[in-house]
């Protein structure tokens, strides 16, 4: 699926204010990109998956999905920055739900979600109730749960924030593998450049009061992206660029993430 957003403005009134949260953003996302999204706290990056996921009207500006014809599904998912696991279900009813709407019958459903699980790290947890896991092996969860249901389109806020430095790579190489194998179109934000930098095609960045994008990095890479790349120079030199661009030294990056 390709998104074009052409001019959006989003505002909110919060009693006598008004915040405007989004000012004139522009964008154009190729069908089966990873984009990311960085940017400083409350610049709007929330507000901008919202809009994308028709959550919220802009005020001014148009949203517009082209399906191509890659993509079977017009839906866009979004994966929230806190998980929202169905408490009730077990974290199998949870990983498979989304093939269950696609009316996926049971035994393929839960043999994929298994599979997906286990290379996760969340083998014998699969009838466990979410409560009673860590907050990494939720979001965990969402992230299989998201990429079973498919979407055309794939928004992802900040799904890996709660998770330790190990079980990221883990993921980041899940989701990578997964990614290369439908190519959906993602648009990821996070706070952490290099995570930005590992995934992505491309990486906009935004500012604040008011939200806009205010650069734009190509990311040429090549593909598979392993744990190597991550110690590459290139990725250093990216990383360098990005946080001289936002105006911040490397380590206050590292606090700030
Ligand atoms: N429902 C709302 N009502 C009023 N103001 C809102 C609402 N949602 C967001 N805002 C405001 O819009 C701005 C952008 O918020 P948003 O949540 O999109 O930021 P963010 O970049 O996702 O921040 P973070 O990195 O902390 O998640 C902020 O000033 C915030 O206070
Ligand atoms: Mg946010």
Redesign the pocket.
Known sequence: MRVICRNVSVS?V?GERT?E?LRDVSLDVRSGEFLSVV??????????LRTLADLLPPQSGQVEKQVGPGSRSAQALLVF?ENNLFPWMTVLQNAAFGLEMQGVGRGERESRAHALLARLGLSGWEHAYPPHLSVGMRQRVAVIRSFLSDPGLLLM??PFAALDALTRELVHQELLDLWEQNHKTVIF?T?DIEEAILLSDRILL?SASP?SIVAEFEIGLARPRTTATALSDEVQLLKRRIHAELGLRPREVTHAS
Do not use: R, Y
Request: aromatic residues 4%.
């Open positions: 909110f919060a915040v949260a940017g400083p706290s409350g610049c709007g990056k929330t507000t901008l920055q806020d900040e934000v706070h935004m939200g």
